[in-house]
């Protein structure tokens, strides 16, 4: 079954530093979505990427956020100061099909992000 | 804009018994509407997808259903079993070109063996 990697699993930063998130997608989709889940919250939606640009943002997906596609298989997730408030679970998700071949979004396992 | 609620907000049933986990939208112009089971710590793993033309999707003992003039979604499970405990989240896709997930908070289960 298709995966969606993400690394690393879980990072430790100091408050006013950047943090990278990596995502490996589901090969060939041309989709792809961030998501965080603060500690006890809901999961809520930061961006979505299509063919290389911004297809649509949240209101938490400030100037601080980035994202790229430095090749043609890595999507990153960048912060470039991360304030407390940015500790979170970070979701990276990827248009693909369950077992009975219906469309569903499938999830990364996550990246723990934790600011001190 | 789109609100989900799942109530409630967390269950404890011992196992073998069925149980309904309910999802409920504010906004009926949905895409579909999909349940995630997620385990501490871990990330979502998708159960089941209805789409807005459908009444329910089955898979194994899981069963969705969906009322989208109601904004209700129901799921249930049969003959629960301890490893059945996780957190439960329904989240729906607009009804537009764009697909961004809105999620509820959950429904945490506990299934005593």
């Known amino acids: 079954e298709p995966e969606v990697t993400q690394t690393p699993s879980h990072q430790v930063t100091q408050m006013g530093q950047e943090v990278i998130l990596r995502c490996v997608p589901i090969?060939?989709?041309?989709?792809f979505y961030w998501y965080r889940q603060i500690l006890g919250q809901k999961v809520e939606f930061l961006v979505s990427f299509y063919n290389n640009e911004i297809s649509e943002k949240s209101e938490i997906f400030d100037d601080q956020f980035s994202v790229e596609r430095p090749d043609g298989s890595n999507f990153t997730l960048k912060i470039r100061s991360t304030k407390l408030e940015d500790s979170a679970m970070y979701f990276c998700a990827s248009p693909g099909t369950d077992s009975s071949g219906a469309n569903v979004l499938t999830f990364g396992a996550g990246s723990r992000l934790t600011v001190l | 804009k789109q609100e989900v609620t799942q109530i409630p907000a967390a269950l404890s049933v011992p196992e073998g018994e069925n149980l309904v986990l309910n999802c409920s939208f504010t906004?009926?112009?949905?895409?579909?509407l999909q349940w995630f089971r997620q385990d501490p710590g871990k990330g979502l793993t998708s159960l089941l997808l209805?789409?807005?033309?459908?009444r329910e999707q089955t898979s194994g003992r899981l069963n969705a259903s969906l009322d989208k003039s109601s904004g209700r979604s129901t799921l249930y499970i049969a003959a629960s079993q301890p490893g059945d405990s996780a957190t439960y989240l329904c989240a729906v896709s607009p009804n537009t070109g764009r697909r961004a997930l809105t999620f509820g908070s959950g429904t945490r289960l506990q299934v005593q063996p």
């Open positions: 090969s060939n989709h041309l989709y």
């Open positions: 906004d009926s112009a949905i895409y579909n």
């Open positions: 209805i789409q807005s033309s459908q």
